[in-house]
């Protein structure tokens, strides 16, 4: 009765005007019913709170705004060009070619100041290229006394990470442990050959210890980076978890709905755990993924070969990476 009331009050039927007020009020209440209704989280379909729960998780675990890491990258694009572990013109060439080679990536390659490095999921792919640069060509006891020159491989040229670097001037060998871009102290080498042994990636088996992938080869070379400028053992390994899911996001994405299906939220797991054998080789990683329904990804993982990934100019997401073995 008080509704009718005001309503008279409000649009008087000898009134001019009473018709298309009458019309914006309705029109106001029944948008305002289907917007609140359209954002009420109650009505949502399975399929919506499905897609909502895996947007959250992609979000926690490959964060769109990229992670700042505990390194300065600096002039060692110079240097690796210089001494040629990098040759500029096949590198610059990979890109170039699907208009991708941007100021970031040029400056990266050929800058003198690059400061702390962010690593995200458009560029994630062109730092793995320069990481394994670094990891095969800097001077390590790792590389020159561990797994990779064990005679029983027949010889540390016959890997994806050594022969498959095929962006250096001369042979990838000609550069393998050849130039000290990074001279660690002994308590520095001891941390990386600790973390090194217990970081798995899911392209294969073995440890950074062996190297033997590019993906093994710049996680190397990045380890080394953090170690000689002051990286503390935790904020390696947080680091390398990072670093390892931008690279390998459906796998990583998968561990975190394993997780979460155990009541641990992303940014509460144990780095050093994840990157273990049991979760992050290629074998713990399919004991994983056999009890859980995959997530669907925007990205996919990249392949052990030169790494093209990366927007297009005109793109507003990087291209999907294909998974591949451990070769080009």
């Known amino acids: 009765m008080e509704n009718e009331q005001l309503e008279e009050k409000i649009i008087k039927k000898d009134s001019p005007y009473a018709t298309p007020i009458a019309i914006v009020i309705v029109g106001i209440m029944l948008s305002s019913a289907v917007f609140f209704g359209l954002r009420n989280p109650s009505k949502e379909t399975p399929l919506q709170k499905a897609q909502s729960q895996v947007s959250a998780l992609e979000e926690a675990v490959l964060p769109s705004k990229g992670v700042v890491l505990p390194a300065s990258w600096g002039n060692l694009g110079v240097q690796l060009v210089d001494s040629g572990a990098i040759d500029a013109d096949k590198f610059k060439a990979i890109y170039e070619q699907r208009g991708a ?40 006891s790792i590389l020159d006394t561990g797994e990779m020159v064990d005679p029983k491989y027949g010889g540390a040229g016959n890997f994806a990470s050594t022969g498959g670097w095929t962006i250096a001037k001369g042979k990838p060998m000609d550069h393998y442990s050849k130039h000290a871009f990074i001279t660690l102290t002994l308590e520095q080498q001891a941390l990386v050959d600790k973390v090194s042994r217990g970081i798995y990636r899911p392209c294969c088996g073995n440890s950074v210890h062996f190297p033997d992938c590019n993906h ?113």
């Open 101 to 140: 080679f941007t100021d970031e990536y040029k400056n990266l390659l050929l800058g003198d100041n690059n400061g702390k490095i962010k690593i995200t999921r458009e560029n994630s792919g062109y730092y793995l290229n320069l990481f394994w640069a670094l990891g095969l060509a800097n001077k390590n």
């Open 216 to 328: 093994g080869m710049a996680m190397l070379g990045l380890l080394e980076l953090m170690a000689s400028q002051g990286a503390s053992e935790q904020d390696m390994w947080k680091t390398a978890l990072v670093v390892n899911s931008y690279w390998f996001p459906d796998t990583y994405l998968t561990i975190a709905t394993y997780m979460k299906d155990k009541g641990i939220e992303w940014k509460n797991v144990n780095p050093q755990e994840m990157l273990g054998a049991n979760y992050s080789s290629g074998q713990g990683f399919a004991n994983i993924a056999a009890q859980v329904t995959k997530p669907a990804s925007s990205q996919s993982a990249g392949g052990c070969g030169v790494d093209t990934g990366g927007a297009h100019a005109n793109d507003s997401a990087p291209a999907p990476k294909q998974q591949s073995g451990c070769g080009i």
